[in-house]
Antibody
């Protein structure tokens, strides 16, 4: 079964930084676009960021633009989300998500999520 | 960015009911519309893509329709396992926006 695994979440103070990682134990991420979606406690899904399959294209929601950087390391077959200048508004579960061209770019595989809590 | 608006935000229904959730995009997105189901404490699951194409393994009581700006998700006969929150999402533009969700609760 294909799955994504996130890591790197935790408790951080306002203004701090964290780096999230996304990998796939049973398939390669190299040929696919990867996205990050977050969900604040008790709230809905919020789109965060994307990176194209070759890493040349990136996208950021306005709420994180200038503070978050998405990247990929094909040698490690891992996608990263570097988060800085964190605020309490960034507290959420962060999901790594795979897009599939086979299903018209819908998100077919979601990781279990990693919790990011921003608090003093 | 494209805004996605779902209605209602929540509803109460009984097992066996037919229910419809609507999703409206702020601009034309053709049929680049996806529906996801999320149960409490669980990861979202793709139900429908391309506005009307059922994802593999999804029961046939789920169906989707629409194009342009107006879309619907229909459950023909609600089952106990269908009580969840449903989200629409556009994949037409690179903002990949989600609707705010529709929570389906047991009446």
């Amino acid at each position: 079964e294909e799955q994504l695994v996130e890591s790197g979440g935790g408790l951080v103070q306002p203004g701090g930084s964290l780096r999230l990682s996304c990998s796939a134990p049973r398939f390669t991420l190299r040929s696919t676009a990867i996205h990050w979606v977050r969900q604040a406690p008790g709230k809905g899904l919020e789109y965060v960021s994307a990176i194209s399959s070759n890493g040349a294209g990136t996208y950021y929601a306005d709420s994180v633009k200038g503070r978050f950087i998405i990247s990929r390391d094909d040698s490690k077959d891992t996608v990263f989300l570097q988060m800085s200048s964190l605020t309490t508004e960034d507290t959420a579960v962060y999901y790594c998500v795979k897009e599939s061209k086979l299903i018209l770019d819908a998100f077919d595989i979601w990781g279990q999520g990693t919790m990011v809590a921003v608090s003093s | 960015d494209i805004q996605m608006t779902q209605s209602p935000s929540s509803l109460s229904a009984s097992v066996g009911d037919r229910l419809t959730i609507t999703c409206r995009a702020s601009q034309i997105i053709n049929t680049h519309l996806n529906w996801y189901q999320q149960k409490p404490g669980k990861v979202p699951k793709l139900l429908i893509y391309g506005a009307s194409i059922l994802n593999s393994g999804v029961p046939s009581r789920f169906s989707g329709s629409g194009s342009g700006t107006d879309f619907t998700l229909t459950i023909s006969s609600l089952q106990p396992e269908d009580f969840a929150t449903y989200y629409c999402q556009q994949s037409y533009s690179t903002s990949w926006t989600f609707g705010q969700g529709t929570k389906v609760e047991i009446k």
